[in-house]
């Protein structure tokens, strides 16, 4: 069965630096991976989809990598800021009945 | 605007009391499921639907039902709720699936507390 952990499972860091999010899953054949945002009560937003064939993808000040053969994804979040505060979640798309499975999680905090 | 919602956003009901969450989404998307959030297990699966009429199991089903008539709606179904299925849930679409998969989105989320 796919697992998919986050690591680490929270991060506080001064506003203005550049990090690094980071999410591994088992089994390396996936169909895509997505990056959610979630904030504390509230839906997940959408960040970025890579597909399985792509090794990365951009959106704004967010870069999401992916390397299937080591089961890695990573999220780069440059020049954060408080805004940025959140819990970011990944999910891997790898069964025919559309299921995502979700990493646990890594808790953000961006410090004025 | 794009989006899915979902109703009621809070709800507190009693052991027993059969209710029904509703989803809904405007973007023509055939696939369709739900999800249950809970501290320390993540988000999980119950049940999804490839277009309509079709539905099938997810990782925690027991409990629940759905039913697929239209298109955009998807309701979730708790027959006869307990206090275990108190919970976060979120109803997800997306397009047919291309070959790689398709972006998914999810509603706002419902949050319900079964006493």
């Known amino acids: 069965k796919q697992e998919v952990t986050q690591i680490p499972a929270a991060l506080s860091v001064p506003e203005g630096e550049n990090l690094v999010l980071n999410c591994s899953f088992t089994d390396s054949a996936i169909y895509n991976l997505q990056w959610f945002r979630q904030d504390p009560g509230k839906g997940l937003t959408s960040l970025l989809l890579?597909?399985?064939?792509?090794r990365e993808q951009t959106s704004g000040r967010l870069n999401a990598s992916l390397d299937k053969s080591s089961g890695r994804s990573t999220l780069y979040i440059a020049a954060s800021q408080p805004g940025d505060s959140a819990t970011y979640l990944c999910a891997v798309l790898y069964n025919a009945g559309n299921m995502l499975t979700f990493g646990g999680g890594t808790r953000l905090m961006v410090k004025p | 605007e794009a989006q899915v919602t979902q109703n009621p956003r809070y709800l507190i009901t009693v052991t027993g009391k059969k209710l029904t969450v509703t989803c809904s989404q405007n973007m023509n998307h055939e696939y369709m499921s739900w999800y249950r959030q809970d501290p320390g297990l993540g988000l999980r699966q119950i049940y999804y639907s490839m277009n309509v009429e079709v539905t099938d199991k997810g990782d925690v089903p027991e409990g629940y039902k759905v039913s697929r008539k239209e298109k955009r709606n998807f309701p979730l179904i708790l027959e006869s709720p307990s206090p275990n299925q108190t919970s976060l849930y979120f109803c997800?679409?997306?397009?047919?699936?291309?070959?790689?998969?398709?972006?998914?989105?999810f509603g706002p989320g419902t949050r319900l507390t079964v006493l």
């Open positions: 890579i597909q399985s064939s792509q």
């Open positions: 997800a679409s997306s397009l047919r699936r291309s070959a790689e998969g398709n972006e998914q989105f």
